[in-house]
C-alpha cells in the first residue's frame, strides 16, 4: 500500500482508538443509517419511471392486459383500483401496439367525440 494511504489510515485507527464507548456507539449508528440511507437511495433512483399504458379500462380489458404483459415479461403497476395499467416509460409504445394488435382493449368507446350537432 502507498505510505500516503497507510499513514492516513494510521491516524484513523488511532483517532478511533482515542474513542470513548458511546462515541464508537454512535459513530457505528451512524454509519449503519449512511449505508442504508445509501441502499434506499440506489434502490429508489433504480426504479423506473411508470407511465399509463391504458386509464380507464374495464375489469374485463385491465385483466386481458395484464395476461399480455405477464406473457411479454413486461414489469407493469394497477391503479386507480384495477382500472388504470402502467408500465415502464420505454415500453409504452411497443406495448400499445402489441395491445392494438391483440384487440385490446376490447371495450368499444367513442374516445374524443364532440356530443354537440352543429347546425
Known amino acids: 500500500m ?3 494511504v497507510s499513514s492516513l489510515f494510521e491516524r484513523a485507527r488511532r483517532a478511533v482508538a482515542g ?3 458511546a462515541q464508537r456507539t454512535i459513530a457505528i449508528i451512524g454509519i449503519a443509517v449512511l449505508t442504508l440511507g445509501i441502499a434506499a437511495f440506489a434502490s429508489w433512483a433504480a426504479r423506473p419511471t411508470m407511465t399509463p399504458l ?3 379500462l374495464s375489469a374485463s380489458d385491465a385483466s ?3 395476461e399480455q404483459l ?3 415479461s413486461v414489469a407493469y403497476e394497477l391503479t386507480d383500483g384495477g382500472s388504470t ?3 415502464p416509460d420505454d415500453e409504452v409504445y411497443d406495448q400499445r401496439l ?3 394488435a391483440a384487440g385490446l382493449p376490447s371495450d368499444s368507446t367513442k374516445g374524443y367525440s364532440c ?3 352543429w347546425a
Open 19 to 21: 474513542f470513548s464507548l
Open 98 to 100: 402489441a395491445a392494438a
Open 70 to 72: 405477464r406473457s411479454s
Open 85 to 87: 395499467v402502467l408500465v
Open 115 to 117: 356530443s354537440t350537432i
Open 64 to 66: 386481458a392486459v395484464v
Open 54 to 56: 391504458f386509464t380507464g
Open 2 to 4: 502507498p505510505k500516503a
